[in-house]
């Protein structure tokens, strides 16, 4: 890669600016679409939740790599695994679904905003990680770990709806795949069954790839 030629050091410094990128970019993409609408009816929204928590994990690794205290350890890989994997699939979501099937009602005239947070800061975060990520720390059972975002946003959505929670526009549901008055109760739960098991799916390949590039590396050190 392009950052090698001048050592660990240059790459560290590079990965660090980059990073501060991301935090621009995802504190931006957040102000647009803040500003759009209120903050409650933006943050009951799986793509907003992922940017935030992209926000807020590089926010904290950033300044725990200043303080010199950042710890690559299980924890570190699983949380930076999951954020990486959330905005992920909110990008091959939107992209291959929703963009597709008449958008997010809200975005029509407000495309700059859905931009940063469906494309620009997803495909940021997918160069952090083929950029400057460790590789060969993945385990085989981190893509279920990871997968508990998703079950999490489901069980807020029911319990959002349950309460009497509406969307923007007054909407019963966040994306056109959980309409229920559409597909009803199981077909939108296969809906969901399809996602979680893309989203599985996708955390496995990127796990088999991440160790064989990682085991790749180590076998290039011993000789």
């Known amino acids: ?12 410094k590079i990965s660090l600016i980059y990073k501060i990128l991301i935090i621009i970019m995802c504190g931006i993409g957040l102000y647009l679409n803040f500003s759009m609408s209120s903050i409650g009816e933006n943050i009951i929204y799986f793509t907003i939740q992922s940017n935030l928590l ?41 992209e291959l679904l929703i963009s597709t099937n008449g958008g997010v009602p809200g975005y029509e005239n407000y495309m700059l905003a859905c931009n940063f947070v ?43 709806v349950a309460l ?8 019963k549901y966040p994306y056109f795949y959980m309409n229920v008055d559409k597909y009803g109760i199981v077909g939108t739960l296969l809906n969901c069954v399809v996602i979680y098991v893309f989203f599985v799916g996708y955390g496995f390949i990127v796990q088999a790839i991440d160790n064989k590039i990682g085991h790749k590396k180590v076998i290039e050190k011993e000789n």
């Open 1 to 12: 890669m392009f950052y090698n030629y001048s050592g660990d050091g240059m790459k560290n």
């Open 54 to 94: 992209c926000f807020i994990f590089y926010t904290v690794v950033v300044v725990l790599e200043l303080l010199k205290k950042l710890k690559k350890n299980n924890f570190y890989y699983i949380s930076k695994g999951m954020v990486t994997m959330a905005i992920t699939v909110t990008m091959f979501v939107y």
């Open 118 to 160: 469906h494309l620009i800061v997803p495909l940021m975060i997918i160069f952090d990680y083929i950029l400057f990520g460790e590789k060969g720390n993945l385990k085989k059972e981190y893509p279920f770990i990871w997968s508990l975002i998703l079950v999490a946003y489901s069980v807020f959505d029911v319990i959002y």
């Open 164 to 171: 009497g929670g509406t969307f923007i526009d007054g909407a």
